[in-house]
């Protein structure tokens, strides 16, 4: 079975410029999420998506950062423009089930942002 | 209330020795307690998880041990080996949605 896949794995920007980020989720797995991981820092939720739907989006700081999951398969998660404290590894993650079903959290190895 | 608290920042430990990684949360609603595991330059990986209906889950070397009227859990590594050394997130989740992650614990187990 495929993993989560993502791309691409690292990126270099300067500040105020755009960046676009692809994550192609396990084959079925309906919930999708974006994480921003700070360098030394536990993974923080940016967006969850059931299918092509939005479930929680509080964290997403909707003046820079925007996601779409158009089909419900493969996301983009873009920030325009982008600031210094973006510098982090976004990193996508999929689960089989629905809410209200927990499971496993598949994580893809990360897309890492410098901006500078 | 929707933050997980996590301890030790680091830890150091001996080969063979045990290794302990301690959590706590405040909100009650949660119901799944994963810890992950995470390399260098890898995404974070399960490890291990429990709900709150058991109070202990034990996987080969890694066990889980949940206190639910403290609302705290624990993973403890017996054996602890060099392959161990990575970073160590616990979590919780709710209703199989918002999962919210620990600042980490990075373990070196010295050979």
């Known amino acids: 079975e495929a993993g989560v896949a993502q791309s691409p794995r690292y990126k270099i920007i300067e500040k105020r410029q755009s960046v676009a980020f692809w994550c192609n989720p396990i084959?079925?797995?309906?919930?999708l999420y974006w994480y921003q991981q700070i360098l030394g820092q536990g993974p923080k939720l940016l967006i969850q998506f059931q299918n092509n739907g939005v479930v929680d989006d509080s964290q997403l700081p909707k003046d820079r950062f925007s996601a779409e999951r158009l089909k419900g398969v493969d996301s983009t998660l873009k920030i325009q423009p982008a600031k210094l404290e973006d510098s982090a590894v976004y990193l996508c993650?999929?689960?089989?089930?629905?809410?209200?079903?927990?499971?496993?959290?598949?994580f893809g190895e990360g897309s890492r942002l410098t901006v500078l | 209330q929707q933050q997980v608290k996590q301890s030790p920042q680091s830890l150091i430990v001996q080969k063979g020795g045990i290794s302990i990684i301690n959590c706590a949360y405040e909100?009650?609603?949660?119901?799944?307690f994963p810890w992950y595991q995470q390399f260098p330059g890898k995404g974070p990986a399960l490890l291990i998880a429990?709900?709150?209906?058991?109070s202990e889950k034990k996987e080969g070397r890694f066990t889980i041990s949940f206190n639910k009227s403290a609302k705290q859990f624990s993973l403890h590594i017996m054996d602890s080996q060099p392959g161990d050394s990575a970073t160590y997130f616990c979590?919780?989740?709710?209703?199989?949605?918002?999962?919210?992650f620990g600042p980490g614990t990075r373990l070196s187990v010295l050979p």
């Open positions: 993650a999929s689960r089989a089930g629905l809410a209200g079903n927990t499971g496993e959290l598949f």
């Open positions: 429990i709900r709150p209906d058991v």
């Open positions: 084959s079925g797995h309906a919930t």
């Open positions: 979590a919780a989740s709710f209703y199989g949605q918002n999962f919210v």
């Open positions: 909100n009650t609603a949660f119901d799944y």
